[in-house]
């Protein structure tokens, strides 16, 4: 039961080229987020799933796309990175809110720098 | 709009001394208060999750409890290994529209010397 695994770890981007941050959870949680977290900032929502096929945007979601094709899959894209996403990125997942334990469990994280 | 503000930014220990860290929030239906741990360069630990005001939970030396506008995170005589950032999250939406989503305060870095 590895729980949420994100990859890569570590990239470095230059500005202007796009990648794919993948999330992966073997929990069969039918919520997953993506969440960046900069100093001073504490971590806010880009954007989030409530089930496969879905998404919605979150609190800071310009720049950014996702799918879920998968329920255990969340994948970030960046079509044009800039110097401001710049962060540690961070996914997670969750049961719905039809139970009553809805806590979230967090993937290792991916630090991004774009130069 | 929901918002959490964390106090201290930085608290600094010596082993064995206990202390507090405050998380004071404002939300528009909570239906659960969250406390995460970090260590560094990894991703948030779920600690503790609070429903409702008066609500307490323990794990080891931490303790954690909730009342309406505020709520506490409790170390007794922490251990250098208690050394983390502690972060405070709400989720909203008694009506279950929240979708799980939580709004995080900026955290408070503890440091136990031993």
């Known amino acids: 039961n590895a729980g949420v695994t994100q990859t890569p770890k570590f990239r470095v981007l230059k500005t202007g080229q796009s990648m794919t941050l993948l999330c992966a959870q073997d929990?069969?949680?039918?919520?997953m987020y993506w969440y960046r977290q900069d100093p001073g900032m504490g971590l806010r929502l880009i954007h989030y799933s409530v089930g496969e096929g879905t998404t919605a945007k979150g609190e800071v979601p310009d720049g950014y796309n996702v799918s879920r094709l998968k329920k255990q899959n969340f994948l970030l894209g960046l079509e044009s990175a800039a110097p401001s996403q710049t962060s540690v990125y961070f996914c997670a997942s969750s049961y719905s809110m039809s139970r009553r334990n809805t806590e979230a469990f967090f993937g290792q994280g991916t630090r991004l720098t774009v130069v | 709009e929901d918002q959490v503000t964390q106090s201290p930014e930085a608290l600094r220990l010596q082993e064995g001394e206990s202390s507090s860290l405050n998380c004071s929030y404002t939300?528009?239906?909570?239906?659960?208060l969250f406390w995460y741990r970090q260590d560094p360069g990894k991703g948030p630990e779920f600690l503790f999750t609070l429903y409702s005001a008066g609500e307490e939970k323990e794990k080891e030396r931490l303790k954690a409890t909730l009342t309406k506008k505020e709520s506490f995170l409790h170390i007794t005589a922490p251990k250098p290994e208690d050394s983390a950032t502690y972060l405070c999250?709400?989720?909203?939406?008694?009506?279950?529209?929240?979708?799980?989503?939580?709004?995080f305060g900026q955290g408070t870095i503890l440091t136990v010397h031993p």
């Open positions: 929990m069969n949680h039918e919520y």
């Open positions: 999250a709400v989720q909203a939406g008694a009506g279950g529209t929240s979708y799980g989503k939580l709004t």
């Open positions: 939300v528009s239906g909570l239906r659960g």
